[in-house]
């Protein structure tokens, strides 16, 4: 994923990220290196949770001089690849909630199903069924 200075056509470059706050939401601040026009992106809490359940820290390693031109979401791509097959001994699903997460875009679906499943896990349920989605979506604010 990349931001694009719409003035530019240029990808901008991480200038900044802010940790959690008490809501659950962060941010990323990316400024444009041709026009210095800057924009900013928030994750809500469901986001938020969503990433830090897979034990992803979002924003690149290092120090400031070593971000520029890195994307901030490279590592979430890497660790998801690296990331072993679902666990067989985790919470089983029925067919009514696999065909709810049928409806989750491809691209977020991985994501979608470890967090529940960790969800699932956390609140002692053996099974994901519809209704722990609605309790997971709950919780995660969608």
Known sequence: MKF???????PMKLESTTPPDAAGSLAATFACPRCSQRTAMLTNPWETEMVSSLGVRIGPAGEPEERTGRCPFSGVVR???????????GPRWT?????????????????????VEH?????????VDERV????????GM
């Open 4 to 10: 694009l200075c719409v003035a530019c056509d240029e």
């Open 79 to 89: 660790e998801m690849e690296e990331r072993p097959a679902a666990d067989p001994s």
């Open 95 to 115: 067919a009514e909630a696999l065909a709810r997460l049928d409806n989750v875009p491809d691209f977020v679906r991985p994501m979608a199903r470890q967090g």
């Open 119 to 127: 969800y699932a896990s956390a609140n002692g349920y053996g099974v």
């Open 133 to 140: 989605l609605d309790e997971a979506r709950e919780r995660f």
